[in-house]
């Protein structure tokens, strides 16, 4: 599967002719740090708490949903057509931006993904889109379309955090999340009805994006520790179970504590200083 191309895609010497050198401290950072998190998934207790979870398959039948596929390519032609509506509806100021050096690493990593998706995510064209807010974030607006905010790689910990959000937010579009969602909601009778019903139909999407975006990104050789470590940070119930789930993705696999196919560090120090300006109104 290849996700729609954002013109050529150069190699990182082409990007990065005339980068500054990584920091010491930096190298250092980023060493110390995944060797840490690499440790937590090789000792980690998992082989009967992953039995569950790794038997899923992407190929299951997806959730009820009333909308074709044209319907859901639609959806996401519409969602992204009147983002910036809705987010200045929202009281936000955020547009969407396009940066050529941020977006191109985000398809290059979306393709390494894709690649090794199932036949299902040949009915969609992806498209990345870049968001100028600082709130970390990523969201799929279906049919394809997924949007990421500067925030989001401006506080990445590293390139294969990123990978596991991008990863998350495929396997919403292609399990279509976002239209057996409002098929739901149509369904529903009270308001009463629409709570409970849409808040457990959402954790259970959550949990199937992760089940099958891990599996992904870990299947194109990216190591979770990174998700992990944010997620055990949270005490709540449910956070521990997502921090579970990304862990079983990783049992068993021989991973590299840290995978680089660009100076990812580069491209975030690039999203601060743009989110920078913005906040200086340059």
């Given at each position: 599967?290849?996700?729609?191309?954002v013109g050529k895609?150069?190699?990182?010497?082409?990007?990065?002719?005339?980068?500054?050198?990584?920091?010491?401290?930096?190298?250092?950072?980023?060493?110390?740090?995944?060797?840490?998190?690499?440790?937590?998934?090789?000792?980690?207790?998992?082989?009967?708490?992953?039995?569950?979870?790794?038997?899923?398959?992407?190929?299951?039948?997806?959730?009820?949903?009333?909308?074709?596929?044209?319907?859901?390519?639609?959806?996401?032609?519409?969602?992204?057509?009147?983002?910036?509506?809705?987010?200045?509806?929202?009281?936000?100021?955020?547009?969407?931006?396009?940066?050529?050096?941020?977006?191109?690493?985000?398809?290059?990593?979306?393709?390494?993904?894709?690649?090794?998706?199932?036949?299902?995510?040949?009915?969609?064209?992806?498209?990345?889109?870049?968001?100028?807010?600082?709130?970390?974030?990523?969201?799929?607006?279906?049919?394809?379309?997924?949007?990421v905010t500067l925030?989001?790689?401006?506080?990445?910990?590293?390139?294969?955090?990123?990978?596991?959000?991008?990863?998350?937010?495929?396997?919403?579009?292609?399990?279509?999340?976002?239209?057996?969602?409002?098929?739901?909601?149509?369904?529903?009778?009270?308001?009463?009805?629409?709570?409970?019903?849409?808040?457990?139909?959402?954790?259970?999407?959550?949990?199937?994006?992760?089940?099958?975006?891990?599996?992904?990104?870990?299947?194109?050789?990216?190591?979770?520790?990174?998700?992990?470590?944010?997620?055990?940070?949270?005490?709540?119930?449910?956070?521990?179970?997502?921090?579970?789930?990304?862990?079983?993705?990783?049992?068993?696999?021989?991973?590299?504590?840290?995978?680089?196919?660009?100076?990812?560090?580069?491209?975030?120090?690039?999203?601060?200083?743009?989110?920078?300006?913005?906040?200086?109104?340059?």
């Amino acid at each position: 599967m290849r996700s729609r191309p954002v013109g050529k895609i150069p190699s990182p010497g082409e990007l990065f002719l005339s980068r500054p050198p990584r920091t010491v401290s930096e190298r250092v950072k980023s060493k110390v740090f995944f060797a840490g998190v690499l440790a937590v998934i090789i000792t980690a207790p998992l082989m009967g708490q992953c039995k569950d979870i790794n038997s899923r398959s992407m190929a299951e039948e997806t959730a009820f949903n009333q909308f074709t596929l044209d319907e859901d390519r639609l959806q996401g032609e519409y969602a992204s057509l009147g983002f910036e509506t809705m987010l200045r509806q929202g009281g936000k100021s955020a547009r969407r931006i396009y940066d050529k050096a941020i977006t191109d690493q985000l398809v290059e990593i979306s393709r390494r993904i894709l690649a090794l998706a199932p036949e299902s995510a040949r009915s969609f064209k992806f498209s990345i889109g870049l968001v100028d807010d600082s709130e970390p974030n990523a969201f799929q607006l279906g049919g394809g379309v997924i949007l990421v905010t500067l925030g989001e790689i401006a506080e990445a910990p590293s390139e294969d955090f990123v990978a596991m959000v991008l990863a998350h937010e495929f396997c919403h579009t292609i399990r279509r999340h976002r239209t057996a969602f409002l098929t739901r909601l149509k369904l529903a009778v009270t308001a009463r009805a629409v709570d409970a019903r849409l808040a457990a139909l959402h954790d259970e999407f959550e949990q199937e994006a992760d089940i099958f975006g891990s599996r992904l990104a870990v299947a194109a050789g990216y190591n979770p520790g990174s998700v992990i470590a944010r997620f055990r940070e949270k005490k709540s119930k449910n956070w521990q179970l997502r921090a579970t789930i990304f862990e079983c993705a990783a049992a068993g696999k021989s991973l590299e504590p840290e995978a680089m196919s660009f100076d990812f560090f580069a491209i975030r120090e690039h999203a601060r200083k743009l989110l920078a300006a913005k906040g200086s109104g340059k």
